[in-house]
């Protein structure tokens, strides 16, 4: 039971197709709610730390690429302009690594991840017929 507390923003994960239908809001909120609570995870548990911050050179290579990207715009004509859209960027390999943790450990989420596209399509297709 505890666990399952623990890791509620996985049921973000499933809401998260229908939050894209909703607008950017809801979909970029639930994205940086998973991704906070995905930090979280690697920092508290050592075999995580080792596995992502350590061995994963694709992880790294993103992270190194963010630094990159943050380090072109401080140095660009238009700072705030160019802060504003690279600033943020690591949210989305985040949730991409975000999303392979939960599919990779969490077996029964790739189900219900389906079952939430699905009705998120059904949404869609009875919103354009109506």
């Known amino acids: 039971m505890q666990d ?8 973000l994960l499933f809401l998260l197709p229908i939050a894209i239908i909703s607008g950017p809001f809801f979909s970029d909120l639930f994205i940086i709610i998973i991704d906070i ?15 992502y911050l350590k061995k994963n050179k694709i992880f790294l290579f993103f992270l190194f690429f963010n ?3 943050i380090l072109v715009s401080l140095v660009s004509e238009n700072l705030l302009f160019s802060l ?6 690591f949210r989305f390999y985040m949730f ?11 077996k029964i989420s790739l189900r219900y991840f389906f079952y939430s596209i699905s009705l998120a399509i059904i949404l ?3 919103s354009a017929q109506y």
């Open 96 to 106: 991409a690594f975000a999303m392979t943790f939960i599919f990779n450990n969490y």
């Open 37 to 51: 609570w995905f930090i979280n995870k690697i920092l508290r548990d050592d075999d995580l730390k080792n596995e």
């Open 67 to 69: 630094i990159y990207i």
């Open 124 to 126: 869609i297709i009875i």
């Open 4 to 11: 399952k507390i623990k890791d509620w923003p996985i049921f």
């Open 84 to 89: 504003k859209s690279s600033l943020f960027y």
